[in-house]
């Protein structure tokens, strides 16, 4: 379709960048990218009209234009030059041809172009290398590396992401440039930082990612929370004395467990407190105590930073404050009321936070791991026996907020929210039944000293 619309209007049109990269390697396709040497926009609404789409999104000053469509989305792009300011990543464009084009774009596996008309067909366009460097695995900038990051500091972190993400090595001399080029990433914005963030942890092993951005000093730019655990020691009964070793291997053990990105994002900031609280100890050595309450605190701060969603800020807090307390439960003489406290509390994030708790056993030593596996199992037993038998995951409680009124003759208001709350804790910590005579008879013992302390 593409090939025979070109040929219709008489213009060049090509595959391009991403698509043709994960063409040749046979990587699994959904976003198309296409560039014609011409107008990309009008293109486009040609395009959207043959697939019957109504809506085509333009971008006037870059010549390009996104069709939303079932089976992938379809970028549209002229042919074109960019060029930067020192202080901005907006560019200044100027239409050129498809030399000109593959000129300006990121990796040389990037700045591939095959033709879509029909008098050269599957026709490769590759300039710089980038089967070359397909087959070596290798990460390179089809110009000079310091302009290619001058020109787009975008382009720094999209490095770090592409080795992580096909498990390339980056060329040394890219490195060096990075190096040097590193504090240009700071005129990027937070949204597209945190976006090349959430691709790392999507890749199979974003260890390798991190690593790279400690090595480049990126880290410490993007994400000094996570850079201050290098080199931080923790107690020698995990393998990873190293903070940030450990934290990397809890990222890929989640990796291994789930696809689900903000709870990839959990493992990775669950002991950010860590480095505010460690304490050295004559006795137990180094000790991290509190460490959960403050990293909640330091989540904080985080996601205004990183623009994070509240949904998102109040997850990790949750996980991270709660990272601690299943293990807790394994002990035998731990009662239903506290097993009951954590469903509540947990509430819909509770499989999550067994998959965390299950991810931060990082230690080698087959003993403790059976251990640690072992008491969880425990703990989801006795999580399972609660849940069967009070059914509490979305507990309330049985005498509802219309009841208390009528029975009080109050009107809604913090007072009907305190008696539900007491009634709710007597259930929690076990003093009555989770049902609704219990709870109704409950409510009428405390319903006088309510009214007459309020």
């Not at 400690?214 to 850079?227: D, V």
Request: hydrophobic share 40%; glycine share 6%; charged share 30%.
């Amino acid at each position: 379709m593409f090939g025979e619309l070109g040929d219709k209007m008489e213009i060049e049109v090509y595959a391009v960048g991403g698509y043709v990269r994960d063409l040749i390697m046979g990587r699994e396709l959904t976003d198309m990218d296409v560039m014609v040497v011409g107008d990309g926009i009008d293109f486009a609404h040609q395009v959207a009209d043959r697939l019957k789409v109504k809506r085509v999104v333009p971008f006037k000053e870059f010549g390009t234009a996104i069709i939303p469509h079932k089976d992938g989305q379809i970028e549209v792009a002229s042919a074109r030059k960019e060029l930067y300011e020192p202080s901005s990543r907006k560019p200044k464009v100027t239409y050129t041809d498809i030399e000109g084009d593959l000129h300006r774009r990121d990796f040389t596996i990037n700045a591939m172009a095959i033709s879509l008309r029909k008098d050269n067909l599957g026709e490769l366009y590759d300039p710089y290398g980038g089967i070359r460097d397909l087959n070596k695995k290798i990460i390179r900038t089809p110009l000079d590396p310091d302009t290619t990051f001058s020109e787009d500091p975008l382009r720094i972190i999209r490095a770090v992401r592409f080795s992580t993400q096909l498990d390339f090595q980056i060329n040394p001399s890219v490195i060096e440039s990075i190096k040097r080029q590193v504090s240009r990433i700071e005129i990027v914005s937070a949204e597209r930082i945190t976006a090349e963030l959430y691709r790392i942890l999507k890749a199979e092993k974003p260890s390798i990612g991190f690593e790279l951005l400690l090595q480049t000093g990126l880290l410490k730019i993007i994400f000094p929370e996570i850079a201050k655990m290098s080199g931080m020691e923790q107690p020698s009964e995990w393998h990873h004395k190293d903070l940030f070793n450990h934290t990397l291997q809890v990222v890929n053990n989640i990796c291994g467990m789930t696809d689900k990105r903000d709870l990839r994002f959990a493992a990775l900031v669950h002991d950010i407190g860590k480095p505010e609280t460690r304490r050295f100890d004559r006795e137990m050595g180094w000790t991290f105590h509190g460490h959960e309450v403050v990293g909640t605190r330091i989540i904080k701060k985080i996601a205004r930073r990183m623009r994070l969603s509240n949904k998102t800020k109040e997850y990790l807090q949750k996980l991270t404050l709660l990272h601690l307390r299943p293990i807790a439960l394994a002990k035998d003489e731990v009662t239903d009321s506290a097993v009951r406290r954590l469903i509540v509390t947990a509430g819909d994030h509770l499989d999550d936070l067994m998959t965390l708790c299950r991810a931060d056993i990082t230690t080698h030593n087959p003993v403790l791991v059976k251990r640690y596996l072992w008491n969880f199992d425990r703990v989801e037993k006795k999580i399972k026996a609660v849940v069967e038998k009070d059914e509490l995951k979305a507990f309330q409680s049985p005498v509802r907020g219309d009841v208390i009124m009528e029975e009080c003759g109050i009107p809604p208001g913090p007072l009907v929210g305190k008696i539900k709350k007491a009634i709710e804790e007597a259930i929690l910590d076990g003093d009555i039944e989770n049902t609704y005579y219990a709870a109704y008879d409950y409510f009428q013992k405390i319903k006088d000293d309510f009214l007459t302390n309020h």
